[in-house]
């Protein structure tokens, strides 16, 4: 399923700005851009429907030039350039950009009630690995909400959305190790894309392209690809 014209200028506009670019750098035909990161603590190469951008310190920026925007989309040419400007570097993962412009439906078979406590919100968090949480992003997200089994109060999992350039609600599901394959994910990902859609944001979702659980969330959510990200960190 493809965006609307309306959407992916939506979602264009919203990534310009976060990236510091003129409002129109991401729409019309194929581009390239490069943006000198602020702190130089991080690269980060972006693929926006037809338009590539590479955010990186200045060395890196100048390594990059020797190669095509294609091949910065692999993950290892990117790490490959990024090691040369510091021993320390390791990659965040490669992940896909994935967008929703109607509200999904949700099962009412599955069981569980949710809960905007915040108290049930944290029981989910300090019962899952450190990793999933930092990569769920729902630790920091100012709209969070659980589920909650009915029956014997445990709670399933979490849900965070951020607001992304006032116009993007980047989603983050996380599920209780124990609760996983029966359904939890895909059940508050429901929830946080329509309280998004509620808030007149356009849903954001990025899956690990290894995370097949996530992208499997993704299509039955009715959400369509627009890109995709690699990030190397420099420790």
Not at 42 to 62: C, G, K, M, N, W
Not at 156 to 171: N, P
Not at 195 to 209: S, V, Y
């Amino acid at each position: 399923m493809s965006l609307a014209d309306h959407t992916r200028s939506i979602i264009a506009l919203s990534w310009s700005r976060m990236l510091g670019l003129e409002d129109e750098a991401l729409l019309g035909e194929g581009s390239h851009h490069e943006v000198v990161t602020s702190d130089g603590s991080s690269a980060t190469f972006l693929q926006l429907f037809d338009h590539t951008v590479l955010s990186a310190p200045t060395e890196v920026l100048r390594q990059a030039r020797r190669l095509a925007p294609g091949e910065l989309a692999e993950e290892r040419r990117l790490l490959e350039i990024c090691h040369r400007h510091a021993v320390g570097t390791r990659s965040l993962g490669a992940a896909r950009l994935l967008y929703a412009e109607e509200p999904p439906a949700l099962d009412a078979a599955q069981r569980g009630a949710v809960s905007f406590d915040p108290r049930h919100v944290g029981a989910a968090l300090a019962a899952s690995p450190a990793d999933d949480v930092l990569a769920s992003g729902i630790a920091e997200a100012p709209w969070t909400a659980a589920l909650v089994d009915e029956d014997t109060g445990t709670v399933l999992g979490a849900a965070g959305r951020e607001l992304w350039a006032g116009m993007l609600g980047h989603l983050g599901v996380l599920t209780v190790p124990q609760q996983r394959r029966g359904g939890v994910g895909l059940h508050l990902a429901v929830v946080a894309a329509e309280e998004a859609f509620t808030e007149g944001l356009i849903p954001q979702w990025r899956a690990r392209t290894e995370s097949l659980g996530s992208l499997r969330i993704a299509a039955a959510l009715g959400f369509s690809p627009a890109g995709a990200q690699i990030t190397v960190v420099f420790d």
